[in-house]
């Protein structure tokens, strides 16, 4: 019986709410927000997103990640798309396969490591030093999750 009670107040409520809408200023109105969104503004101007010079990159690949893979040409498949990606960029690319031509590299050039899966502490190493000297390293999936003898 309460429940009957409270169901007639919802439905008088009801009622009288459709009773005092005008349908048609609230159909203006919402008409006219979606009709005009806000207008985008530039606060100021960010800054510059060209670069000072050529993006030199080291794609770094060692022998350890490659024989982990069962497909043998599954890294140079990897390699391939990435130098395609960044060539067309306009950068320029060198592939690199060890610690010490980690080390030999300019401050200022992008390694970038795809799949690095297997790597020894001399390479991460060399990786961070090269971080230290300014460089920058861009990696993907597992890096270094294993030691170089995977």
């Known amino acids: 019986m309460v429940l009957g009670i409270l169901g007639g107040l919802l439905v008088a409520a009801a009622a009288a709410l459709w009773q005092n809408v005008d349908i048609n200023s609230l159909a203006r109105r919402?008409?006219?927000?979606?009709?005009?969104?806000?207008?985008?503004?530039?606060?100021?101007?960010?800054?510059?997103?060209?670069?000072?010079?050529?993006?030199?990159?080291?794609?770094?690949?060692?022998?350890?990640?490659?024989?982990f893979f069962?497909?043998?040409?599954?890294?140079?498949?990897?390699?391939?798309?990435?130098?395609?990606?960044?060539?067309?960029?306009?950068?320029?690319?060198?592939?690199?396969?060890?610690?010490?031509?980690i080390e030999a590299l300019p401050p200022a050039t992008l390694v970038v490591a795809p799949e690095a899966l297997c790597l020894s502490g001399s390479e991460i190493e060399a990786l961070f030093r090269h971080l230290r000297r300014g460089g920058g390293v861009v990696a993907n999936w597992a890096f270094g999750a294993r030691d170089a003898n995977c």
């Open 30 to 67: 919402v008409a006219a927000v979606v009709d005009a969104p806000p207008a985008l503004t530039v606060e100021r101007a960010g800054p510059s997103a060209s670069l000072p010079g050529p993006v030199q990159v080291a794609l770094y690949a060692n022998s350890a990640t490659a024989g």
């Open 70 to 101: 069962p497909d043998s040409t599954h890294m140079d498949g990897v390699l391939a798309d990435w130098r395609r990606t960044l060539s067309a960029a306009g950068w320029s690319v060198e592939r690199i396969s060890t610690r010490s031509e």
